[in-house]
Protein backbone atom coordinates (compact mmCIF):
# COMPACT_ATOMS: atom_id res chain seq x y z
CA UNK A 1 0.00 0.00 0.00
CA UNK A 2 2.83 2.44 0.83
CA UNK A 3 4.74 1.08 -2.14
CA UNK A 4 2.31 2.93 -4.51
CA UNK A 5 2.74 6.22 -3.13
CA UNK A 6 6.48 6.36 -2.52
CA UNK A 7 7.65 8.16 -5.34
CA UNK A 8 10.74 5.78 -6.70
CA UNK A 9 9.39 2.50 -4.54
CA UNK A 10 12.22 3.13 -1.79
CA UNK A 11 11.31 3.54 1.91
CA UNK A 12 13.45 5.60 3.88
CA UNK A 13 12.14 3.15 6.59
CA UNK A 14 11.05 -0.45 6.28
CA UNK A 15 10.61 -2.73 9.42
CA UNK A 16 9.14 -6.28 8.55
CA UNK A 17 8.31 -8.95 10.15
CA UNK A 18 9.35 -7.07 13.69
CA UNK A 19 9.16 -9.00 16.77
CA UNK A 20 10.55 -8.80 20.40
CA UNK A 21 9.48 -11.41 22.90
CA UNK A 22 9.72 -10.24 27.03
CA UNK A 23 9.83 -13.52 28.58
CA UNK A 24 7.42 -14.71 25.99
CA UNK A 25 5.21 -12.11 26.27
CA UNK A 26 5.64 -10.64 22.64
CA UNK A 27 5.53 -6.79 22.77
CA UNK A 28 5.59 -6.51 19.43
CA UNK A 29 4.64 -9.57 17.28
CA UNK A 30 5.33 -9.39 13.51
CA UNK A 31 5.22 -5.77 13.18
CA UNK A 32 5.56 -4.41 9.95
CA UNK A 33 5.24 -0.97 8.39
CA UNK A 34 6.98 1.56 5.95
CA UNK A 35 8.03 4.77 5.82
CA UNK A 36 8.45 7.41 2.97
CA UNK A 37 10.79 9.70 3.00
CA UNK A 38 9.45 13.70 4.39
CA UNK A 39 6.18 11.49 5.57
CA UNK A 40 4.79 12.54 9.17
CA UNK A 41 3.72 9.11 10.84
CA UNK A 42 1.66 8.95 14.12
CA UNK A 43 1.88 5.90 15.69
CA UNK A 44 -1.63 5.66 18.02
CA UNK A 45 -2.82 2.77 20.21
CA UNK A 46 -4.35 1.82 23.81
CA UNK A 47 -1.69 1.75 26.80
CA UNK A 48 0.29 -1.38 26.65
CA UNK A 49 -0.18 -1.82 22.24
CA UNK A 50 3.47 -1.69 22.37
CA UNK A 51 4.28 1.53 20.47
CA UNK A 52 7.11 3.19 22.99
CA UNK A 53 8.85 -0.81 22.39
CA UNK A 54 8.56 -0.29 18.44
CA UNK A 55 10.66 3.05 18.96
CA UNK A 56 13.26 1.41 21.52
CA UNK A 57 13.67 -1.22 18.86
CA UNK A 58 14.50 0.96 16.02
CA UNK A 59 16.48 3.00 17.60
CA UNK A 60 18.29 -0.18 19.42
CA UNK A 61 17.34 0.32 22.55
CA UNK A 62 16.14 -2.93 22.75
CA UNK A 63 17.41 -5.86 20.33
CA UNK A 64 14.84 -7.80 18.46
CA UNK A 65 14.04 -11.12 18.58
CA UNK A 66 13.26 -11.37 14.72
CA UNK A 67 12.11 -9.43 12.38
CA UNK A 68 14.57 -6.58 10.09
CA UNK A 69 14.55 -2.66 10.29
CA UNK A 70 16.22 -1.57 7.35
CA UNK A 71 16.91 2.12 7.39
CA UNK A 72 18.11 3.69 4.23
CA UNK A 73 18.92 0.37 3.30
CA UNK A 74 21.08 -0.48 6.16
CA UNK A 75 20.30 -3.17 8.78
CA UNK A 76 19.67 -1.36 12.07
CA UNK A 77 18.92 -4.56 13.76
CA UNK A 78 22.82 -5.07 14.30
CA UNK A 79 24.10 -1.98 14.92
CA UNK A 80 25.10 -0.22 18.39
CA UNK A 81 22.96 2.34 19.73
CA UNK A 82 25.38 5.01 18.99
CA UNK A 83 26.05 3.78 15.45
CA UNK A 84 22.35 4.06 15.04
CA UNK A 85 22.53 7.68 15.72
CA UNK A 86 25.46 8.21 13.30
CA UNK A 87 23.29 6.43 10.48
CA UNK A 88 20.83 9.70 10.95
CA UNK A 89 17.78 8.15 13.36
CA UNK A 90 17.00 10.57 16.47
CA UNK A 91 15.18 9.56 19.22
CA UNK A 92 13.29 11.58 21.79
CA UNK A 93 12.27 9.78 24.87
CA UNK A 94 8.82 10.20 26.88
CA UNK A 95 10.34 12.23 29.71
CA UNK A 96 12.36 15.29 28.63
CA UNK A 97 15.46 13.87 29.33
CA UNK A 98 18.32 16.90 28.81
CA UNK A 99 21.32 17.65 30.76
CA UNK A 100 19.78 19.76 33.55
CA UNK A 101 23.26 20.91 34.76
CA UNK A 102 24.46 21.72 31.61
CA UNK A 103 23.48 25.31 29.73
CA UNK A 104 20.64 25.45 26.66
CA UNK A 105 23.99 25.90 24.88
CA UNK A 106 25.96 23.14 25.95
CA UNK A 107 22.94 20.60 26.23
CA UNK A 108 22.67 21.82 22.16
CA UNK A 109 26.44 21.58 21.97
CA UNK A 110 26.99 18.37 23.22
CA UNK A 111 24.46 17.01 20.42
CA UNK A 112 26.26 19.10 17.66
CA UNK A 113 27.39 15.96 15.14
CA UNK A 114 31.19 16.65 15.87
CA UNK A 115 33.66 15.09 18.57
CA UNK A 116 31.68 11.86 18.79
CA UNK A 117 34.73 9.80 20.11
CA UNK A 118 36.90 10.44 23.23
CA UNK A 119 40.12 12.07 21.51
CA UNK A 120 37.54 14.10 19.07
CA UNK A 121 35.62 15.36 22.54
CA UNK A 122 38.55 16.61 23.75
CA UNK A 123 39.61 18.43 20.65
CA UNK A 124 36.35 19.59 19.98
CA UNK A 125 36.75 23.51 19.56
CA UNK A 126 33.85 25.63 19.62
CA UNK A 127 33.97 27.83 16.19
CA UNK A 128 31.71 29.52 14.46
CA UNK A 129 29.94 27.03 13.19
CA UNK A 130 29.16 25.28 16.12
CA UNK A 131 27.86 28.92 17.36
CA UNK A 132 26.37 29.02 14.07
CA UNK A 133 24.12 25.54 14.37
CA UNK A 134 23.64 25.92 18.06
CA UNK A 135 21.77 29.68 17.23
CA UNK A 136 19.75 28.14 14.46
CA UNK A 137 18.25 25.31 16.04
CA UNK A 138 17.59 28.07 19.32
CA UNK A 139 15.81 29.68 17.16
CA UNK A 140 14.00 27.23 15.94
CA UNK A 141 12.55 25.77 19.15
CA UNK A 142 12.07 29.33 20.74
CA UNK A 143 14.85 29.30 22.84
CA UNK A 144 17.35 31.92 21.64
CA UNK A 145 16.67 34.08 25.14
CA UNK A 146 17.22 30.66 27.08
CA UNK A 147 20.98 29.77 25.39
CA UNK A 148 22.72 31.03 28.74
CA UNK A 149 20.13 29.12 31.27
CA UNK A 150 20.95 26.23 32.87
CA UNK A 151 18.28 23.50 31.32
CA UNK A 152 16.88 23.08 34.75
CA UNK A 153 15.50 26.63 35.62
CA UNK A 154 13.55 25.21 31.90
CA UNK A 155 9.67 24.92 32.00
CA UNK A 156 8.29 21.33 31.24
CA UNK A 157 7.51 22.58 27.56
CA UNK A 158 10.74 24.17 26.88
CA UNK A 159 12.46 21.24 27.82
CA UNK A 160 10.59 19.24 25.31
CA UNK A 161 11.68 21.52 22.84
CA UNK A 162 15.40 21.38 23.69
CA UNK A 163 15.29 17.66 23.34
CA UNK A 164 13.79 18.30 20.17
CA UNK A 165 16.47 20.53 19.56
CA UNK A 166 19.21 18.13 20.46
CA UNK A 167 17.76 15.96 17.76
CA UNK A 168 17.68 18.47 15.54
CA UNK A 169 21.53 19.70 15.73
CA UNK A 170 22.24 15.92 14.65
CA UNK A 171 20.70 16.49 11.81
CA UNK A 172 18.93 13.27 11.36
CA UNK A 173 17.18 12.11 8.75
CA UNK A 174 14.47 10.38 10.69
CA UNK A 175 13.00 11.64 14.05
CA UNK A 176 11.55 9.80 16.59
CA UNK A 177 8.69 11.67 18.84
CA UNK A 178 7.48 9.77 22.06
CA UNK A 179 4.35 11.88 23.18
CA UNK A 180 6.45 14.92 22.39
CA UNK A 181 3.14 17.37 23.72
CA UNK A 182 2.12 15.44 26.68
CA UNK A 183 2.03 17.62 29.65
CA UNK A 184 2.18 20.57 27.57
CA UNK A 185 -0.10 23.74 28.10
CA UNK A 186 -2.50 24.55 25.28
CA UNK A 187 -0.25 27.29 23.82
CA UNK A 188 2.53 25.28 24.23
CA UNK A 189 0.84 22.35 22.09
CA UNK A 190 -0.36 24.56 19.22
CA UNK A 191 3.81 26.31 19.46
CA UNK A 192 4.96 22.45 19.07
CA UNK A 193 2.95 21.70 16.24
CA UNK A 194 4.16 24.68 14.35
CA UNK A 195 7.62 24.01 15.13
CA UNK A 196 6.89 19.74 13.74
CA UNK A 197 5.35 21.37 10.88
CA UNK A 198 8.82 23.50 10.10
CA UNK A 199 10.96 20.04 11.18
CA UNK A 200 8.93 18.02 8.43
CA UNK A 201 10.32 20.27 5.61
CA UNK A 202 13.80 18.62 6.04
CA UNK A 203 13.06 15.69 7.55
CA UNK A 204 10.91 12.35 8.13
CA UNK A 205 9.05 12.45 11.66
CA UNK A 206 7.52 9.23 13.20
CA UNK A 207 5.48 10.51 16.29
CA UNK A 208 3.67 8.51 19.51
CA UNK A 209 0.88 10.58 20.48
CA UNK A 210 -2.25 10.48 22.15
CA UNK A 211 -3.92 13.52 21.44
CA UNK A 212 -6.46 13.16 18.64
CA UNK A 213 -6.81 16.72 18.02
CA UNK A 214 -2.79 16.97 17.65
CA UNK A 215 -2.64 13.77 15.60
CA UNK A 216 -5.22 15.18 13.00
CA UNK A 217 -3.31 18.65 13.02
CA UNK A 218 0.45 17.13 12.23
CA UNK A 219 -0.18 13.26 10.53
CA UNK A 220 -0.05 12.72 7.34
CA UNK A 221 -0.87 8.74 8.05
CA UNK A 222 -1.57 7.36 11.16
CA UNK A 223 -0.48 3.88 12.09
CA UNK A 224 -3.12 1.95 14.98
CA UNK A 225 -1.18 -0.55 17.54
CA UNK A 226 -2.76 -2.80 19.06
CA UNK A 227 -1.79 -5.74 21.21
CA UNK A 228 2.13 -5.33 19.25
CA UNK A 229 0.17 -5.41 15.65
CA UNK A 230 -0.96 -3.25 13.51
CA UNK A 231 -4.62 -2.94 13.56
CA UNK A 232 -4.92 -0.17 11.05
CA UNK A 233 -3.32 2.06 8.94
CA UNK A 234 -4.01 5.30 6.94
CA UNK A 235 -5.30 8.82 7.14
CA UNK A 236 -6.87 9.79 9.90
CA UNK A 237 -9.93 10.02 9.22
CA UNK A 238 -9.37 6.63 7.46
CA UNK A 239 -8.60 5.23 10.59
CA UNK A 240 -11.44 7.06 12.81
CA UNK A 241 -13.78 5.60 11.09
CA UNK A 242 -12.37 1.90 11.44
CA UNK A 243 -14.26 -0.23 12.76
CA UNK A 244 -11.85 -2.31 14.14
CA UNK A 245 -10.49 0.92 15.54
CA UNK A 246 -13.21 2.06 17.49
CA UNK A 247 -13.75 -1.29 18.75
CA UNK A 248 -10.46 -1.48 20.53
CA UNK A 249 -9.56 2.68 21.06
CA UNK A 250 -11.39 5.73 19.92
CA UNK A 251 -15.08 3.93 21.18
CA UNK A 252 -14.25 3.62 24.82
CA UNK B 1 41.94 27.22 26.88
CA UNK B 2 42.25 30.58 27.98
CA UNK B 3 41.33 33.66 25.54
CA UNK B 4 44.29 35.77 25.90
CA UNK B 5 48.20 35.51 27.38
CA UNK B 6 48.38 32.73 29.70
CA UNK B 7 50.02 34.76 32.11
CA UNK B 8 46.49 36.57 32.36
CA UNK B 9 45.04 33.42 33.38
CA UNK B 10 46.70 33.88 36.86
CA UNK B 11 44.97 36.53 37.75
CA UNK B 12 41.69 35.27 37.24
CA UNK B 13 39.24 33.96 39.86
CA UNK B 14 40.28 30.20 39.08
CA UNK B 15 43.64 31.22 38.69
CA UNK B 16 44.41 32.21 41.93
CA UNK B 17 43.45 29.84 43.38
CA UNK B 18 45.88 27.45 41.78
CA UNK B 19 48.01 30.51 42.52
CA UNK B 20 47.10 30.29 46.36
CA UNK B 21 47.60 26.46 46.28
CA UNK B 22 50.94 26.90 45.08
CA UNK B 23 52.49 29.35 47.27
CA UNK B 24 50.84 27.20 50.28
CA UNK B 25 52.75 24.28 48.97
CA UNK B 26 55.93 25.40 47.86
CA UNK B 27 56.32 28.58 49.97
CA UNK B 28 54.32 27.96 53.51
CA UNK B 29 54.77 24.74 54.35
CA UNK B 30 58.40 24.13 53.23
CA UNK B 31 59.10 27.35 55.81
CA UNK B 32 57.01 26.24 58.19
CA UNK B 33 57.57 22.43 59.02
CA UNK B 34 60.97 20.76 59.40
CA UNK B 35 62.16 18.05 56.75
CA UNK B 36 60.24 15.30 59.04
CA UNK B 37 56.79 17.11 58.75
CA UNK B 38 57.70 17.92 55.16
CA UNK B 39 58.03 14.77 54.49
CA UNK B 40 54.91 13.43 56.07
CA UNK B 41 53.13 15.87 53.63
CA UNK B 42 54.49 15.01 50.82
CA UNK B 43 53.40 11.57 51.85
CA UNK B 44 49.75 13.13 51.75
CA UNK B 45 50.10 14.54 48.42
CA UNK B 46 50.53 11.36 47.13
CA UNK B 47 47.17 10.58 48.12
CA UNK B 48 45.78 13.62 46.01
CA UNK B 49 46.48 12.47 42.87
CA UNK B 50 44.41 9.91 43.65
CA UNK B 51 41.52 11.62 45.12
CA UNK B 52 42.16 14.39 41.96
CA UNK B 53 41.52 11.06 39.64
CA UNK B 54 38.68 10.38 42.05
CA UNK B 55 36.73 13.57 41.20
CA UNK B 56 37.36 13.13 37.56
CA UNK B 57 35.37 9.72 37.74
CA UNK B 58 33.18 9.69 40.60
CA UNK B 59 32.32 13.49 40.40
CA UNK B 60 32.41 14.12 37.09
CA UNK B 61 31.36 10.95 35.31
CA UNK B 62 29.47 9.41 38.47
CA UNK B 63 31.55 6.32 38.06
CA UNK B 64 32.04 5.15 42.07
CA UNK B 65 35.39 3.05 42.23
CA UNK B 66 36.25 1.59 45.63
CA UNK B 67 39.73 0.24 44.26
CA UNK B 68 41.33 3.28 43.68
CA UNK B 69 44.01 1.97 45.77
CA UNK B 70 44.67 -0.49 43.46
CA UNK B 71 46.19 1.48 40.70
CA UNK B 72 48.02 3.37 43.62
CA UNK B 73 49.92 0.14 44.82
CA UNK B 74 50.40 -1.28 41.24
CA UNK B 75 52.02 2.24 40.22
CA UNK B 76 54.26 2.33 43.94
CA UNK B 77 55.16 -1.13 43.36
CA UNK B 78 56.78 -0.56 39.95
CA UNK B 79 58.63 1.92 41.58
CA UNK B 80 60.00 -0.14 44.51
CA UNK B 81 60.52 -3.09 42.24
CA UNK B 82 63.04 -0.59 40.53
CA UNK B 83 64.26 0.70 43.78
CA UNK B 84 64.59 -2.80 45.31
CA UNK B 85 66.46 -4.19 42.50
CA UNK B 86 69.07 -1.32 42.42
CA UNK B 87 69.46 -1.98 46.17
CA UNK B 88 70.30 -5.55 45.77
CA UNK B 89 73.63 -5.40 44.25
CA UNK B 90 75.48 -8.84 44.05
CA UNK B 91 77.83 -7.09 46.58
CA UNK B 92 75.00 -5.61 48.54
CA UNK B 93 73.74 -9.36 48.93
CA UNK B 94 76.55 -11.02 49.35
CA UNK B 95 75.88 -13.02 51.97
CA UNK B 96 72.54 -14.24 50.76
CA UNK B 97 72.66 -17.55 49.43
CA UNK B 98 71.82 -16.04 46.18
CA UNK B 99 73.47 -12.60 45.82
CA UNK B 100 71.86 -10.29 43.59
CA UNK B 101 68.66 -10.92 43.84
CA UNK B 102 65.90 -8.95 46.59
CA UNK B 103 66.73 -9.86 49.96
CA UNK B 104 62.95 -11.56 50.81
CA UNK B 105 63.35 -13.97 47.46
CA UNK B 106 66.40 -15.41 49.32
CA UNK B 107 64.56 -15.88 52.15
CA UNK B 108 61.59 -17.12 50.29
CA UNK B 109 64.11 -20.26 48.88
CA UNK B 110 63.91 -18.48 45.14
CA UNK B 111 67.20 -18.63 43.24
CA UNK B 112 66.72 -16.71 40.42
CA UNK B 113 64.95 -12.99 39.40
CA UNK B 114 61.60 -13.97 38.44
CA UNK B 115 60.80 -12.66 34.82
CA UNK B 116 58.83 -10.19 35.49
CA UNK B 117 60.79 -8.45 37.91
CA UNK B 118 63.79 -7.96 35.00
CA UNK B 119 62.51 -5.46 32.92
CA UNK B 120 62.19 -3.31 36.28
CA UNK B 121 66.19 -3.14 35.91
CA UNK B 122 65.49 -0.41 33.39
CA UNK B 123 64.50 2.96 34.95
CA UNK B 124 62.55 4.59 31.85
CA UNK B 125 61.26 1.04 31.54
CA UNK B 126 60.05 1.41 35.45
CA UNK B 127 58.56 5.26 34.64
CA UNK B 128 56.17 3.78 31.49
CA UNK B 129 55.45 1.01 34.16
CA UNK B 130 54.31 3.63 36.61
CA UNK B 131 51.36 4.73 34.48
CA UNK B 132 51.17 1.76 32.13
CA UNK B 133 50.57 -0.80 34.42
CA UNK B 134 47.40 0.95 36.13
CA UNK B 135 46.41 2.25 32.86
CA UNK B 136 46.04 -1.73 31.16
CA UNK B 137 44.41 -3.05 34.34
CA UNK B 138 41.80 -0.18 34.46
CA UNK B 139 41.69 -0.62 30.46
CA UNK B 140 40.55 -4.13 31.41
CA UNK B 141 38.15 -3.82 34.26
CA UNK B 142 36.76 -1.05 32.36
CA UNK B 143 36.51 -2.88 29.27
CA UNK B 144 34.57 -6.00 30.74
CA UNK B 145 32.23 -3.67 33.04
CA UNK B 146 31.30 -1.34 30.88
CA UNK B 147 30.54 -2.71 27.76
CA UNK B 148 28.57 -4.90 29.25
CA UNK B 149 26.55 -1.84 31.17
CA UNK B 150 27.56 -2.87 34.86
CA UNK B 151 27.60 0.28 36.72
CA UNK B 152 26.64 2.01 39.99
CA UNK B 153 26.53 -0.34 43.07
CA UNK B 154 27.67 -3.18 41.15
CA UNK B 155 31.34 -1.74 39.41
CA UNK B 156 31.79 -0.04 43.51
CA UNK B 157 31.66 -3.50 44.70
CA UNK B 158 33.22 -5.41 41.94
CA UNK B 159 36.23 -2.84 42.31
CA UNK B 160 36.39 -3.33 46.08
CA UNK B 161 36.83 -7.05 45.32
CA UNK B 162 39.55 -6.29 42.87
CA UNK B 163 41.26 -4.22 45.97
CA UNK B 164 41.01 -7.56 48.10
CA UNK B 165 42.15 -10.18 45.12
CA UNK B 166 45.23 -7.89 45.08
CA UNK B 167 46.04 -7.63 48.13
CA UNK B 168 45.58 -11.56 48.77
CA UNK B 169 47.78 -12.06 46.14
CA UNK B 170 50.27 -10.02 46.96
CA UNK B 171 50.24 -11.24 50.41
CA UNK B 172 50.13 -15.08 48.95
CA UNK B 173 53.27 -14.18 46.80
CA UNK B 174 55.18 -13.26 49.23
CA UNK B 175 58.76 -15.09 47.33
CA UNK B 176 57.92 -12.44 44.70
CA UNK B 177 56.08 -9.70 45.99
CA UNK B 178 57.39 -9.16 49.39
CA UNK B 179 54.19 -10.34 51.03
CA UNK B 180 52.51 -8.62 54.26
CA UNK B 181 55.84 -6.75 55.10
CA UNK B 182 55.90 -5.00 51.54
CA UNK B 183 59.12 -4.06 49.67
CA UNK B 184 61.12 -2.77 51.97
CA UNK B 185 64.59 -1.65 52.48
CA UNK B 186 64.70 0.98 49.32
CA UNK B 187 68.10 3.29 49.54
CA UNK B 188 69.34 4.76 46.00
CA UNK B 189 67.09 6.36 42.86
CA UNK B 190 70.09 5.79 39.65
CA UNK B 191 72.93 6.35 42.47
CA UNK B 192 71.00 8.83 44.94
CA UNK B 193 70.11 8.50 48.00
CA UNK B 194 67.08 9.01 48.80
CA UNK B 195 66.88 8.58 52.61
CA UNK B 196 68.55 11.99 53.11
CA UNK B 197 66.85 15.09 54.56
CA UNK B 198 67.49 16.94 51.59
CA UNK B 199 66.79 14.22 49.02
CA UNK B 200 63.25 14.12 50.86
CA UNK B 201 62.77 17.57 50.46
CA UNK B 202 63.48 18.00 46.71
CA UNK B 203 61.32 14.75 46.05
CA UNK B 204 58.42 16.55 47.97
CA UNK B 205 58.93 19.47 45.36
CA UNK B 206 59.52 16.85 42.83
CA UNK B 207 56.09 15.47 43.78
CA UNK B 208 54.55 19.05 44.18
CA UNK B 209 55.36 19.26 40.54
CA UNK B 210 54.22 16.50 39.38
CA UNK B 211 50.47 17.25 40.92
CA UNK B 212 49.88 20.45 39.42
CA UNK B 213 50.72 18.80 35.92
CA UNK B 214 47.92 16.16 37.06
CA UNK B 215 45.42 18.87 38.16
CA UNK B 216 46.29 20.75 34.82
CA UNK B 217 45.29 17.67 32.78
CA UNK B 218 42.47 17.11 34.75
CA UNK B 219 41.53 20.98 34.18
CA UNK B 220 41.86 20.53 30.56
CA UNK B 221 39.65 17.28 30.38
CA UNK B 222 36.88 19.02 32.16
CA UNK B 223 37.08 21.99 30.23
CA UNK B 224 37.04 20.24 26.81
CA UNK B 225 33.61 19.04 25.31
CA UNK B 226 34.98 15.69 26.99
CA UNK B 227 34.08 17.34 30.24
CA UNK B 228 30.94 18.00 29.52
CA UNK B 229 29.95 14.78 28.16
CA UNK B 230 30.98 13.29 31.40
CA UNK B 231 29.03 15.58 33.02
CA UNK B 232 25.77 14.81 31.26
CA UNK B 233 26.35 10.83 31.27
CA UNK B 234 26.61 11.24 35.28
CA UNK B 235 22.70 12.75 34.51
CA UNK B 236 21.75 11.42 31.27
CA UNK B 237 23.08 8.09 30.02
CA UNK B 238 20.67 7.53 27.57
CA UNK B 239 20.85 10.21 26.19
CA UNK B 240 24.31 10.65 25.40
CA UNK B 241 23.63 7.45 24.08
CA UNK B 242 21.17 8.08 21.88
CA UNK B 243 23.17 11.06 21.07
CA UNK B 244 25.91 9.31 18.93
CA UNK B 245 28.10 8.72 21.72
CA UNK B 246 29.82 5.11 22.68
CA UNK B 247 29.31 5.66 26.86
CA UNK B 248 31.21 2.70 27.12
CA UNK B 249 34.85 4.62 25.53
CA UNK B 250 34.34 7.41 27.54
CA UNK B 251 33.94 5.45 30.63
CA UNK B 252 36.60 3.43 30.25
CA UNK B 253 38.61 6.90 28.88
CA UNK B 254 37.75 8.56 32.56
CA UNK B 255 38.22 5.54 34.85
CA UNK B 256 41.73 5.32 32.89
CA UNK B 257 42.97 8.56 33.55
CA UNK B 258 42.08 8.15 37.09
CA UNK B 259 43.92 4.84 37.26
CA UNK B 260 47.06 6.95 35.45
CA UNK B 261 46.66 9.44 38.54
CA UNK B 262 46.83 6.96 40.95
CA UNK B 263 49.69 4.97 39.68
CA UNK B 264 52.02 8.64 39.62
CA UNK B 265 50.71 8.98 43.30
CA UNK B 266 52.15 5.50 44.42
CA UNK B 267 55.06 5.88 42.41
CA UNK B 268 55.72 9.04 44.28
CA UNK B 269 54.46 7.63 47.65
CA UNK B 270 57.17 4.68 47.47
CA UNK B 271 59.79 7.37 46.57
CA UNK B 272 58.95 9.66 49.70
CA UNK B 273 58.05 6.88 51.88
CA UNK B 274 60.64 4.80 51.57
CA UNK B 275 58.77 1.25 50.99
CA UNK B 276 55.63 0.09 49.81
CA UNK B 277 53.14 -2.55 51.06
CA UNK B 278 49.95 -4.34 50.88
CA UNK B 279 48.30 -2.09 53.62
CA UNK B 280 48.39 1.24 51.54
CA UNK B 281 46.32 -0.44 48.59
CA UNK B 282 43.99 -2.80 50.12
CA UNK B 283 40.07 -2.01 50.80
CA UNK B 284 39.99 0.58 53.80
CA UNK B 285 43.06 2.35 52.04
CA UNK B 286 40.51 2.49 49.12
CA UNK B 287 37.95 3.77 50.91
CA UNK B 288 40.09 5.80 52.65
CA UNK B 289 41.11 7.50 49.37
CA UNK B 290 37.15 7.98 48.46
CA UNK B 291 36.56 9.95 51.88
CA UNK B 292 39.50 12.49 51.16
CA UNK B 293 37.95 13.06 47.70
CA UNK B 294 34.29 13.66 49.31
CA UNK B 295 35.37 15.99 51.64
CA UNK B 296 37.39 17.51 49.64
CA UNK B 297 34.22 17.96 47.55
CA UNK B 298 33.85 15.82 44.88
CA UNK B 299 33.25 18.52 42.04
CA UNK B 300 36.29 19.80 43.23
CA UNK B 301 39.72 18.99 41.79
CA UNK B 302 41.20 21.76 44.31
CA UNK B 303 38.85 20.57 46.72
CA UNK B 304 40.52 16.68 46.51
CA UNK B 305 44.01 18.28 46.90
CA UNK B 306 42.89 19.69 50.31
CA UNK B 307 40.71 17.12 50.89
CA UNK B 308 43.61 14.58 51.35
CA UNK B 309 45.92 16.79 53.15
CA UNK B 310 43.26 17.56 56.02
CA UNK B 311 42.16 14.21 56.15
CA UNK B 312 45.57 12.85 56.40
CA UNK B 313 46.95 15.58 59.01
CA UNK B 314 44.10 14.85 60.80
CA UNK B 315 44.65 11.27 60.90
CA UNK B 316 48.12 12.15 61.70
CA UNK B 317 47.32 14.09 64.44
CA UNK B 318 44.64 12.25 65.66
CA UNK B 319 46.47 8.50 65.70
CA UNK B 320 49.58 10.19 67.39
CA UNK B 321 46.86 10.66 70.57
CA UNK B 322 44.00 8.47 70.12
CA UNK B 323 45.24 5.26 67.65
CA UNK B 324 41.86 3.55 68.28
CA UNK B 325 39.45 6.58 67.78
CA UNK B 326 40.68 7.29 64.37
CA UNK B 327 38.42 4.73 62.43
CA UNK B 328 35.64 6.25 64.38
CA UNK B 329 36.90 9.69 63.66
CA UNK B 330 37.10 8.55 59.94
CA UNK B 331 34.03 7.15 59.94
CA UNK B 332 31.59 9.90 61.70
CA UNK B 333 33.56 12.57 59.54
CA UNK B 334 32.23 10.65 56.41
CA UNK B 335 28.98 10.14 57.30
CA UNK B 336 28.58 13.94 58.58
CA UNK B 337 30.36 15.36 54.88
CA UNK B 338 27.85 13.24 52.74
CA UNK B 339 25.03 13.75 55.30
CA UNK B 340 25.46 17.66 55.51
CA UNK B 341 27.89 18.82 53.02
CA UNK B 342 27.45 16.43 49.91
CA UNK B 343 29.64 19.00 47.86
CA UNK B 344 32.55 19.03 50.39
CA UNK B 345 34.94 21.62 51.59
CA UNK B 346 34.61 23.25 48.02
CA UNK B 347 30.76 23.26 48.56
CA UNK B 348 31.04 25.30 51.63
CA UNK B 349 33.61 27.26 49.89
CA UNK B 350 31.33 28.15 47.44
CA UNK B 351 28.35 29.47 49.50
CA UNK B 352 30.18 30.84 52.34
CA UNK B 353 33.39 32.32 51.82
CA UNK B 354 32.74 32.90 47.57
CA UNK B 355 30.12 35.41 48.48
CA UNK B 356 32.52 37.32 51.03
CA UNK B 357 34.99 37.40 48.11
CA UNK B 358 32.58 38.82 46.14
CA UNK B 359 31.95 41.76 48.32
CA UNK B 360 35.67 42.76 48.10
CA UNK B 361 36.61 41.76 44.71
CA UNK B 362 33.32 44.58 43.80
CA UNK B 363 34.86 46.98 45.91
CA UNK B 364 38.54 46.71 45.23
CA UNK B 365 38.29 45.75 41.61
CA UNK B 366 35.27 45.72 40.03
CA UNK B 367 36.32 45.86 36.92
CA UNK B 368 38.55 43.11 37.00
CA UNK B 369 36.11 40.89 37.47
CA UNK B 370 34.05 41.96 34.64
CA UNK B 371 36.64 39.90 32.48
CA UNK B 372 36.27 36.58 34.96
CA UNK B 373 34.74 34.13 32.83
CA UNK B 374 37.80 34.66 29.89
CA UNK B 375 39.06 31.69 31.76
CA UNK B 376 36.21 29.27 30.15
CA UNK B 377 36.51 27.12 27.86
CA UNK B 378 37.63 27.82 24.27
CA UNK B 379 34.83 30.17 22.94
CA UNK B 380 35.70 33.18 20.54
CA UNK B 381 34.46 36.12 22.81
CA UNK B 382 33.28 36.03 25.94
CA UNK B 383 30.47 38.46 26.11
CA UNK B 384 27.90 39.36 28.58
CA UNK B 385 28.31 38.45 32.41
CA UNK B 386 26.22 37.19 34.71
CA UNK B 387 26.19 33.46 36.48
CA UNK B 388 26.13 34.35 39.86
CA UNK B 389 26.13 30.93 41.31
CA UNK B 390 29.59 30.50 38.75
CA UNK B 391 32.56 28.78 40.85
CA UNK B 392 35.70 27.36 39.31
CA UNK B 393 36.08 25.00 41.98
CA UNK B 394 33.06 23.37 42.07
CA UNK B 395 32.91 23.39 37.96
CA UNK B 396 33.92 24.28 34.89
CA UNK B 397 31.30 24.27 32.98
CA UNK B 398 29.88 27.76 33.22
CA UNK B 399 27.30 29.16 30.84
CA UNK B 400 29.09 30.03 27.63
CA UNK B 401 28.09 33.02 25.91
CA UNK B 402 27.00 32.85 21.99
Request: with cysteine; glycine share 10%.
Amino acid sequence: MSAAKSKRGDFLLAVEGLTVSFDGFKAVDDLSFYLDPKEIRVIIGPNGAGKTTVLDLICGKTKATSGSIKFDGKELTKLKEHQIVHSGVGRKFQTPSVFEDLTVFENLEVSYPKGHSVMGALGFKRDAEVFKAVEEVAETIFLTEALNEPAASLSHGQKQWLEIGMLLIQKPDLLMLDEPVAGMSVTERKKTAELLRVITRDHTVLVIEHDMQFVGDIADRVTVMHQGKVLSEGSIEHVKSDPKVIEVYLGH
Amino acid sequence: MKSSSPLKWFATREGLYYVALAVLLVVILPLALDPFRLNMVGKYLTYAFVAIGLVMCWGKAGILSLGQGVFFGLGGYCMAMFLKLEASTPEATAIQSTPGIPDFMDWNQLTELPWFWEPFHSFSFTLLAVIGVPVLLAFVIGFAMFTRRVGGVYFAIITQAIAAILTILIIGQQGYTGGVNGITDLQTLNGWDIRTDEARTILYFVCVGMLFLCLFVARLVQNRKLGRILVAMNAQENRVRFSGYDVAAFKIFVFCLAAAFAGVGGAMFTLIVGFMSPSFIGIVASIEMVIFCALGGRLSILGAVYGALLVNAAKSGFSESFPELWPFAMGALFIGVVLAFPNGLAGLYQTYVMPLEDKIFKRNRGAKLEAKPAEKAAEPKPTAEKTPDYDPMIDSYSPEKS
